[in-house]
């Protein structure tokens, strides 16, 4: 089994549009929230990561009756495809794409005339058919390869890169594109948050969203896509590549709780992360960290026990907010990010209230960096980690 690495990539997110966006947020830390006025409770304001962009027309094709997250993993592939200068067969290219929300958007939006028969839409099956993101994505690349979607919702992009590495590493394909995207902005996502009080509604920006502090609660819901080509290294170096990182390690498990449920004693995400860990140190943890109570004590005492205060511990979350499936990717392009320009990203927004025996980074620091450690869990248990190497 050879190595798996990366060698090519692509993100949208809020305020960033390319490469060069996203190094200059994590490099200078820069808060990319929007307010979106009357949508939270009582008509209040609520903070969110908004993307400016429709992505309606890609490589001159009309995909306006596609789903938003769909039209943001196509321009995001569409990155991710001409830096990496994919040229395999294209029955030898797998599709694997992850999903939380999936069409969300365009089911709450065509619900008050799905039981009209003249007013419901040709596409409206299609909008429900998750796997549509990852079939439409393999049209719109030209591949032919095997191509699967993933809804194990804010764990989804890193269960892609496992299935894409156990596929790399079984010979049966010889390149994957590989990712995340969620366009989770509608009332239905918003409301059920509030009502679980994962967001807080009515207030100012720098007052939600906050990694690692006890003074503030509520996560930032965010849209975006983010999607990695893989190959082997073997492949990689024979057609000349550039390799942007190493693909070290991947583990993901569900903890088997209940919807709504997790383990709050953090034993299940520890398990994960020592078993991805093994004997290696990063250079810094690139942290799931979102402002949730319950997950950000897990990401405290998981570093705790098994890292010491000299490994940095940072989350990128109080500048991208939480983008559901799409963020593992995210993290991991923000690892090779890290890697290639020798920085570690900062945590902005707080103090650490609560978290002052942690060795987090409040600004960003320029060192070289070989080795990443990324943490994601979600609802209904779901943990899974990677390692990123240069």
């Not at 990689?236 to 590549?241: E, P």
């Not at 991208?320 to 090779?336: K, P, R, Y």
Request: hydrophobic share 40%; with cysteine.
């Amino acid at each position: 089994m050879g190595n798996i690495v990366i060698t090519g990539y692509g993100i949208k997110a809020p305020g960033v549009l390319s490469k060069e966006d996203f190094q200059r947020v994590l490099r200078n830390g820069i808060c990319t929230h929007s307010v979106l006025e009357n949508r939270g409770k009582d008509q209040s304001s609520v903070i969110a990561g908004l993307i400016e962009d429709d992505f309606a027309i890609l490589r001159e094709k009309n995909y306006t009756r596609y789903p938003r997250s769909t039209r943001m993993a196509l321009a995001a592939a569409n990155d991710a495809v001409e830096m990496a200068g994919l040229s395999c067969a294209p029955h030898r290219i797998a599709i694997i794409i992850g999903t939380s929300a999936g069409a969300i958007l365009e089911v709450e939006h065509y619900s008050s005339v799905a039981l009209n028969m003249k007013k419901y839409p040709l596409h409206g099956v299609s909008l429900v058919d998750s796997h549509t993101l990852s079939a439409t994505v393999a049209e719109h690349i030209g591949t032919r390869g095997p191509t699967f979607t993933i809804t194990t919702g804010c764990t989804a992009s890193l269960d892609a890169v496992l299935l894409a590495k156990l596929l790399l590493e079984a010979g049966q394909v010889d390149a994957c594109i590989v990712g995340g995207t969620d366009a989770p902005l509608g009332q239905w996502s918003i409301n059920g948050f509030i009502k679980t009080r994962a967001i807080t509604s009515g207030v100012h920006i720098n007052e939600t969203g906050v990694p690692f502090s006890t003074d503030h609660q509520g996560f930032v819901l965010s849209e975006g896509a983010g999607i990695m080509v893989l190959e082997t290294e073997e492949i990689a170096l024979k057609h000349g590549k550039t390799i942007y990182g190493r693909v070290e390690k991947v583990c993901s498990r569900n903890e088997g709780k209940p919807i709504l449920h997790t383990d709050e004693t953090g034993e299940e995400m520890l398990s994960v992360y020592k078993e991805t860990l093994g004997n290696t140190v990063p250079c810094y943890v690139n942290s799931q960290a979102l402002g949730l109570k319950t997950n950000d004590r897990i990401e405290g005492i998981i570093h705790k026990k098994l890292l010491t205060n000299t490994v940095p511990l940072t989350s990128i979350k109080g500048m991208t907010g939480h983008s559901f499936a799409a963020m593992g990717a995210i993290q991991m392009i923000s690892a090779l990010l890290s890697i290639e320009y020798g920085f570690i990203p900062p945590t902005i927004k707080t103090g650490g209230k609560g978290f002052e025996d942690l060795p987090i980074v409040y600004q960003t620091v320029y060192q070289p960096v070989s080795t990443v450690s990324i943490t994601t869990h979600g609802n209904s248990g779901n943990n899974a980690c990677v390692i990123v190497t240069k």
